[in-house]
């Protein structure tokens, strides 16, 4: 649970100046970390490449180095597209060069392999010790391997693969789905909450649908969940109905969709109610924050890393800024337009601590499309703000699409998912 501030720390985190928010709260001196202006920032996905790119925006002189060791950056947004069809790995992938060349970052193809909150280092796999006066962490999620018994990182990489990173992942899920007889079963095994893109795996299912009905119309998919509900539960049922009747299946926990176990030999699934055999299987196990958030002590006992919701600043260490899927950010889903907002709203913070400044009070946004069909979307939008319980989201702002929306609107979610998909990555990486 992140950390329920008292009213007087509420008021006192708006109002006094850095060292009564910073200090006052969370009890350390950040005078050391303002001497300076040497941002290191980890990972370079949503989250990392926003803050990254923001801090040079907003005060070039701000020697910004990214760390992230891949060269190209698979999104996971339309990375069901990819299964489905619609899309190509070529279509979600993203490079750093334009925040190397255009926006002077310093972009180190490297993993952070330890952080030294003392001395303000992080050392890399390849030896090298990078200095920060602060520091911006974005290592997205990590897996709780144990989660489920018979599940490993080797039957992910071979037979039942999660992917819930886009990369290899997506191929492996699309071959073996390109490669399963008609008539052949998929299993999704969605975890309970919290997890990265709540409505990712429905998304998933019925793009996987729309791929089996033109090409295995004989094909199911049973949805095997730990969960009592999900995200846009009604909208997607709904839809379900309507494109791809009697194809997919939902199992709640309650109803025997729980998996406890699997056997990657035999291509099977257990439950509570048995065991039951799959052709494609793709298991989406539980998860915890980046392991290197877990490494530096970022993390309490949820797994996740509890922040200062004004400044993302960690509550554990001053200095560093979580952001993006690893941080515990109240109401906010674990999304990439939530991580996005989330880098913007830190380097902002950032820059106001350097000039001796109190961050101002953050407006946070999120909008999740989905799509079940080249021309029907759906989405799901809120607004956030700041209140003694943490980031909350404003009721009465953001909403869903309407559950009798008719065919131009739902035409029109489809339209401006691809234009929010265009819009990130130019604002993230372009
Ligand atoms: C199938 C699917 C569909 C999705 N669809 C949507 C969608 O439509 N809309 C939406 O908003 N969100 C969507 N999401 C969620 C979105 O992908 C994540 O919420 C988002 O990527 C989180 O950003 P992040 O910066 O926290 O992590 P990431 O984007 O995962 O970036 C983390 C980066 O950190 C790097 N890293 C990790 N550890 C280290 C280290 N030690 N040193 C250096 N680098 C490191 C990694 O290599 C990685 O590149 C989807 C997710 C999935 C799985």
Known sequence: MLQKLTRRDFNKLLLS???????????????????????????????????AKYLRKLDPSIAVTLVEPKAIFYTCPF????????K?????????TVLKNKYQINIVSDVVTSIDVTKGTVKLKSGNVLSYDRLVVSPGIDFKWDSIGGYSESVANSKMPHSWHAGPQTILLHKQLLGMRDGGNVFIC??????RCPPGPYERASLIAYYLKEHKPKSKIIIFDAKENFSKQELFKKGWERLYPGMIEWRSSAMGGKVSRVDA?????T???????????NVIPAQKAGKIAFDAGLTDATGWCPINPVSFESTIHPGIHVIGDASFAGAMPKSGFAASSQG???????????????PAAPSLVNTCYSLLAPKYGISVAGVYKLT???????KEAGGLTPINADDDQLREEALFAEGWYKNISLDTWG
């Open 190 to 195: 969605p975890p309970a909450n919290p997890f």
């Open 388 to 394: 003694v319980e943490g980031i909350v989201e404003i």
């Open 88 to 96: 190509t790995m070529e279509d979600i992938a993203h490079t750093y």
């Open 17 to 51: 100046g850095v060292a009564g928010s910073a200090l006052g709260l969370f009890g350390k001196s950040n005078t050391a970390f303002a001497s300076t202006k040497r941002v290191v920032v980890i990972g370079g996905g949503f989250g990392g490449a926003a803050a």
């Open 344 to 358: 913007k709203v830190a380097a902002a913070a950032i820059v106001r601590l350097f000039q001796g400044k109190v």
């Open 265 to 269: 030999g035999a291509m099977t699934v």
């Open 271 to 281: 439950t509570e109610f048995g065991v039951e055999k799959g052709d494609v299987i």
């Open 79 to 86: 990375s069901n597209w990819v299964l489905g069809g619609l």
